[in-house]
């Protein structure tokens, strides 16, 4: 594979990639009772796409990503070598019960790391480490610092999300405050990084030497391509228009939000369905009982059916809240997915999202029931020609720049002058 500023095929590279995070084998998901989430996805698109050769990905470490006891039964996270992608990868971890299995990960992570190092120096190369989120959990960072230092590798990693401490954790708090400051510290140690929202950057302890914002990754190629080909919204879908919400059921991605300015605004033929599962839901319902306008559609794991949701909407909506606790690190890549329907999409200014997605989405001035309520108005007074440029808009640039075919290699170049093993001709 040829990428700009250098030919891989003609110099025989001089480091090699290992990769710590947690991907498996597709088919694993039928022995194994395997978390199935848009981060797990990530991570296999990122491997699979440096794996196919635009990257010396020579090792994989990774844990099974099964729910942790008692959420799930007490089982083991080990696992003889496999491949995946083609590339040796290596199990961390003994069982799924906490605090084994983040102590028990650490461990591994800081062993086999290191062993895998020491071999590829012993072949006159230079180990390079790439941690997603900072290795198989949060809880992983100080492990991945001490085994990049005792390698001597440079330590390259992808920050999606962040857990801030929030009044909802309870007695854990004081703990995940704790750990926070840890994970931020140990970021700021890294050789580079790449974040998905800026946030991150600025909350770190010391700056870094390399870093790069990702305003949003998609989570399937696949089901992304399949968005692309939806049939467009017509003039006459917006005159009795169905207003769609995807995702978790939670206050920070602001589904009581989105449920409060619908019952406020002033649209009688139009309707509300919500797509997913999650803690608000109960409420949600009660809230919304009786009023035949909304409709709750549950938890949706089938790509055929969820596409077809996504084809029945003719307004798409991200009311992601921006003050809460939880939203601090978070961007809102669903917001590629959304664009990619063609359909018209609102969302809250989450994460950057205005600057990162201007012209495409229609944005709130704030996140109240009020500012949504507002935007709806907006669009809906909009010229239909607005409306079909802003998703011919951001339909082009997900096709464009959102696609893994794009993303991979751009994360590859970055890893490469964070590293220092960007060979430039």
Known sequence: MVMEGRIDSVREPTWSLAFLGSVVPEAWRDTYPLVKSPTIEIQQNIAREWASGSMPLDRIFTTLPVPRFPRAELSSLRHPETLVHGVRTIFLGWMNWEPCKSVSI?????????????????????PVL???????????????LLAAKLSGAPLISLV??????????????????????????CLGRASGLAVLNEQVLHDLPRAVA???????????????????????????????????????????????????????????????????????????????????????????????????????????????????????YVFPSKLAQCLASGRPVVSTDQGGARKAFE????????????????????????????????????RDYVSSEKLWE????????FVERAAGVAEIQ
């Open 406 to 413: 794009r993303q991979a290699p751009e994360l590859a170049r």
């Open 130 to 144: 790439f941690a997603y989120n900072l290795g198989p959990s949060h809880w992983q960072a100080p492990a991945c």
């Open 210 to 328: 390399h870093s790069v914002v990702v305003n949003g990754l998609v989570p399937d190629d696949g089901f992304t391509r399949e968005l692309l080909r939806l049939s467009d919204v017509t003039a006459g879908d917006l005159e009795s228009p169905v207003l769609m919400y995807l995702g978790s059921l939670n206050q920070a991605r602001g589904a009581d939000l989105l449920l409060e300015a619908f019952l406020e605004w002033d649209h009688p033929s139009a309707r509300l369905e919500f797509v997913g599962d999650g803690p608000l839901r109960d409420s949600l319902e009660k809230r919304a009982a009786g009023n035949e306008r909304i409709t709750f559609r549950g938890f949706v794991s089938d790509p055929a059916q969820l596409l077809r949701y996504y084809e029945a909407a003719d307004i798409l909506v991200n009311p992601h809240r921006i003050d809460v606790p939880k939203a601090r």
């Open 160 to 185: 999606t999300d962040l857990e801030p401490p929030a009044k909802e954790d309870g007695l854990l708090r004081p703990l995940l405050s704790v750990a926070l400051k840890i994970q931020l510290g």
């Open 359 to 394: 012209g495409m989405a229609w944005f709130a001035e704030e996140d109240t029931p009020d500012g949504l309520a507002n935007v709806f108005d907006d669009l809906l007074a909009a010229e239909f020609a607005e409306i079909r440029s802003r998703s011919d808009k951001g």
């Open 106 to 126: 650490g461990l591994d992570l800081v062993r086999k790391v290191r062993q895998w190092a020491r071999g590829v120096r012993a072949d006159g190369k230079k």
